[in-house]
T-cell receptor, first 112, second 112 residues
């Protein structure tokens, strides 16, 4: 049983469409990170959210941390083929040292 | 300028042989981690280090050992490789001042 559930697991859309990826848990996190991973490479940090209700924008990507700090979402506006990849959320908890709990990932394919 | 490098990037080995994977970092990260990534399982923590010569087990540590003789290097050893250890292995680092982890490019290991 994963502490962090990501949905959907797979998403295939056309260029220009919008999409939202969800990361849910019953646990409270002190912070939550989103990473993107491309084939043959390691995950790359996109953003960290810390405060409940926080919204961060990174160009066409909008990240939100739930008010109770148990869930998060990633919204991509007007997706482009360059957005294709595996998106991972990861949560940090106060009593877990410097370890992260990773979600299972959402594999996104954006077709031109 | 890659902050975390891994070597080798690819390796094929036979069942029963010992294998050592190397992670080298130039970021002065205090914490370092070894993960394996498999389809359907996401990123799973094998071992981590919270300082030179200070290491501890993660959730999938059986069959693996680690060593950290200096800040820059974190070695992962498979004492006697098995086919179930065929995977992609990622090293990551964390400064200790925030929750973010920074990943290396990965090592693809195949045990035949």
């Amino acid at each position: 049983t994963q502490l962090l559930e990501q949905s959907p697991q797979f998403l295939s859309i056309q260029e220009g469409e919008n999409l939202t990826v969800y990361c849910n848990s019953s646990s409270v996190f002190s912070s939550l990170q989103w990473y993107r991973q491309e084939p043959g490479e390691g995950p790359v940090l996109l953003v960290t959210v810390v405060t409940g209700g926080e919204v961060k924008k990174l160009k066409r990507l909008t990240f939100q941390f739930g008010d109770a700090r148990k869930d998060s979402s990633l919204h991509i506006t007007a997706a482009q083929p360059g957005d294709t990849g595996l998106y991972l959320c990861a949560g940090a908890r106060n009593n877990a040292g410097n370890m992260l709990t990773f979600g299972g990932g959402t594999r996104l394919m954006v077709k031109p | 300028d890659a902050g975390i490098t891994q070597s080798p990037r690819h390796k094929v080995t036979e069942t029963g042989t010992p294998v050592t994977l190397r992670c080298h970092q130039t970021e002065n990260h205090r914490y370092m981690y070894w993960y394996r990534q498999d389809p359907g399982h996401g990123l799973r923590l094998i071992h981590y280090s919270y300082g030179v010569k200070d290491t501890d087990k993660g959730e999938v540590s059986d069959g693996y050992s680690v060593s950290r003789s200096k800040t820059e290097d974190f070695l992962l050893t498979l004492e006697s490789a098995t086919s179930s250890q065929t995977s992609v292995y990622f090293c990551a680092g964390n400064s200790g001042f925030s929750d973010e982890q920074y990943f290396g490019p990965g090592t693809r290991l195949t045990v035949t």
